[in-house]
């Protein structure tokens, strides 16, 4: 295979040829989803590649209409779950992180090993006894059923990635505090917080990503119709809807927008958390 | 700045430990006692029936169905996603323009759920009103049944692939940027130019980032469970079940939970025995530039 003439480098003609290929299997897809999503069934069936008719909202305005498989009731269901998650990561994580990057104690270490096991555990391992607990400490029915497990679940990779942020932090503005007799909860939440916002931006918008997108969970912990999040009732449209397809069309389409947004806005937040937390179970 | 101070360590870990302890660690322990059990519906009676599970499991043809179609599932990742991902990076390192469209692109599959783009893929596979049959009409051929009992595994593994081949073209993508580029000039000025810079320079120094991308494509591979579940449910006749939808039918469709318990632990063991024997074989001595 050795050649002595030098090998010209791929035609770039042919590499943007392949390239444009895969982005077009991403885009083509997403973006068949959302023509057809203004579309009526029959305009779908015989004109699925078309540029709609008219851009009509009925098929939005329809996803009301199915009953309890209410997608907008299950949008709102999602953010109020997910804005929970992320609340309870964000505050209890804090606070762990805070003692494991500033307070030295014996057993420290241990702590630290127990944060990694969790943060790979996966969920699927603990979701048979988890339903039975949930029902044991009286939470069956209510939406911390589905969002206490999440925060136990998200917390692990919240902590080890805020932990390591703060410790990088230098101490002297701590050691002032300390000087002009603050106290630690004070110095907590007037020093050390303001400093984290980034990371705290970074691990807020990651667990909204995993919970927002979450199935399993919600679908065993939460049997209640009008409380489950999007994911669980867009896993029950194809049924509920029948032939219904401009309907799902529009429900997914729903269901994607806030990622998109999330996506538009913190791209590079996204791309480097999710590409970091992959380890997580 | 370190602090002692006992009453803030309790308090603001306690939370935390609390959570962790009574949805993790404690559930995790239950999990393996359920899985020596035999327990009908929830109800409460468990009766203790030692290994028959495991027995069962061994015997169980769908559990044969589902580690065969999660073989498939890790050798289609490890080849296609990430195989895929490292192509994809390997031409978008060599174009001039674009490359950040091409990364936005590429990437956004994998903010979308599983059960989205399960649900986007079984309206692509649906008879009647479907992109692929809508295809085949354009085409001018007969339509077709997408999801049969043969096609069925590898129908649902479009998706999910095709979901994360952008994840390890940035993973690769991000190695490659931290490649010196004076290691490059020398090989011009040896003449290996074009896609030889690829394989004889790329790649090997690549190594660890390939190491670590086959854990994550297998480990990823076992906690697979959204696509399938919404577009075949483990159908047509069990053949695209993977461990975890079996895992769930058998929970939650009123059936042995205590054996569910033990695809459960069956799960995790083949986790840890392939991770464990991928780290085996791919750590030898670290790539240092």
């Known amino acids: 295979m050795v050649n002595k003439m030098v090998r010209p480098a791929l035609p770039q003609i042919f590499v943007y040829a392949l390239l444009i290929f895969?982005?077009?299997?991403?885009?083509?897809?997403?973006?068949?989803?959302?023509?057809?999503?203004?579309?009526?069934?029959?305009?779908?069936?015989?004109?699925?590649?078309?540029?709609?008719?008219?851009?009509?909202?009925?098929?939005?305005?329809?996803?009301?209409?199915?009953?309890?498989?209410?997608?907008?009731?299950?949008?709102?269901?999602?953010?109020?779950?997910?804005?929970?998650?992320?609340?309870?990561?964000?505050?209890?994580?804090?606070?762990?992180?805070?003692?494991?990057?500033?307070?030295s104690f014996r057993g420290k270490k241990y702590f630290t090993f127990l944060f990694v096991i969790c943060m790979l555990l996966p969920q699927f391992a603990v979701i048979i006894p988890n339903f039975i607990i949930i029902e044991?400490?009286?939470?069956?029915?209510?939406?911390?059923?589905?969002?206490?497990?999440?925060?136990?679940?998200?917390?692990?990779?919240?902590?080890?990635?805020?932990t390591a942020f703060m410790a990088s932090l230098p101490g002297e503005l701590e050691e002032a505090a300390v000087m002009d007799g603050a106290s630690i909860w004070k110095i907590f939440y007037r020093i050390t917080l303001p400093l984290c916002m980034p990371i705290f931006a970074t691990v807020s918008i990651m667990v909204f990503l995993w919970s927002y997108n979450e199935l399993l969970l919600p679908l065993v912990y939460l049997p209640i119709r009008d409380m489950q999040p999007i994911s669980v009732l867009l896993s029950l449209v194809s049924n509920a809807y029948g032939t219904d397809y401009g309907a799902m069309m529009a429900a997914i389409t729903i269901s994607i927008i806030p990622l998109l947004v999330l996506y538009m806005f913190s791209q590079e937040t996204v791309i480097k958390g999710l590409t970091a937390g992959a380890v997580k179970g | 700045m370190i602090f002692r101070d006992k009453r803030y360590i309790v308090l603001f870990l306690a939370p935390t430990i609390?959570?962790?302890?009574?949805?993790?660690?404690?559930?995790?322990?239950?999990?393996?006692?359920?899985?020596?059990?035999?327990?009908?519906?929830?109800?409460?009676?468990?009766?203790?029936?030692?290994?028959?599970?495991?027995?069962?499991?061994?015997?169980?043809?769908?559990?044969?169905?589902?580690?065969?179609?999660?073989?498939?599932?890790?050798?289609?990742?490890?080849?296609?996603?990430?195989?895929?991902?490292?192509?994809?990076?390997?031409?978008?390192?060599?174009?001039?323009?674009?490359?950040?469209?091409?990364?936005?692109?590429?990437f956004f599959p994998i903010v979308i759920s599983g059960t989205a783009i399960g649900l986007m893929?079984?309206?692509?596979?649906?008879?009647?009103?479907?992109?692929?049959?809508?295809?085949?009409?354009?085409?001018?051929?007969?339509?077709?049944?997408?999801?049969?009992?043969?096609?069925?595994?590898?129908?649902?593994?479009?998706?999910?692939?095709?979901?994360?081949?952008?994840?390890?073209?940035?993973?690769?993508?991000?190695?490659?940027?931290k490649i010196p580029e004076d290691i490059y000039e020398s090989a011009v000025l040896d003449g290996i130019t074009g896609w030889r810079k690829s394989v004889y320079i790329t790649i090997p120094l690549l190594r660890d980032v390939i190491a670590s991308c086959l854990t994550l494509a297998t480990a990823g591979a076992l906690k697979v469970f959204d696509v399938v579940y919404i577009v075949t449910k483990g159908g047509p006749l069990n053949s695209s079940e993977l461990l975890s939808t079996y895992m769930y039918a058998k929970a939650f469709n009123g059936q042995n939970a205590g054996y569910a318990s033990t695809i459960v632990i069956a799960m995790m063991v083949l986790g840890i025995v392939i991770t464990v024997l991928l780290n085996r074989l791919v750590k030898k001595e670290a790539v240092s530039y």
């Open chain 2, 121 to 177: 893929f079984s309206l692509i596979y649906n008879y009647d009103y479907g992109l692929l049959n809508a295809i085949v009409r354009a085409l001018g051929w007969s339509e077709q049944v997408w999801l049969t009992e043969n096609s069925a595994i590898y129908l649902v593994l479009v998706p999910i692939l095709w979901q994360y081949v952008g994840f390890y073209f940035v993973i690769f993508l991000t190695g490659m940027s």
């Open chain 1, 136 to 162: 044991k400490i009286g939470l069956n029915g209510t939406y911390l059923s589905v969002i206490l497990p999440q925060v136990a679940g998200n917390l692990s990779f919240a902590i080890i990635m805020m």
């Open chain 2, 18 to 106: 609390l959570l962790l302890f009574t949805f993790l660690l404690y559930p995790l322990i239950q999990s393996v006692y359920y899985s020596f059990t035999e327990w009908y519906n929830f109800s409460n009676t468990k009766t203790f029936i030692g290994l028959d599970n495991y027995k069962d499991l061994v015997n169980d043809p769908i559990v044969g169905i589902a580690l065969k179609n999660t073989l498939i599932l890790i050798l289609g990742a490890v080849f296609l996603q990430a195989g895929g991902g490292l192509l994809l990076a390997l031409l978008t390192d060599s174009i001039k323009r674009g490359f950040k469209f091409f990364r936005t692109v590429f």
């Open chain 1, 22 to 103: 895969w982005a077009s299997t991403t885009i083509v897809p997403l973006l068949w989803v959302l023509l057809n999503s203004f579309k009526s069934s029959e305009e779908i069936l015989t004109q699925s590649f078309a540029w709609p008719e008219s851009f009509a909202f009925s098929n939005y305005l329809k996803l009301n209409e199915y009953g309890n498989i209410n997608i907008v009731k299950g949008f709102m269901n999602s953010m109020l779950i997910s804005g929970s998650v992320v609340f309870g990561v964000a505050l209890f994580g804090g606070l762990a992180s805070f003692i494991l990057a500033r307070f």
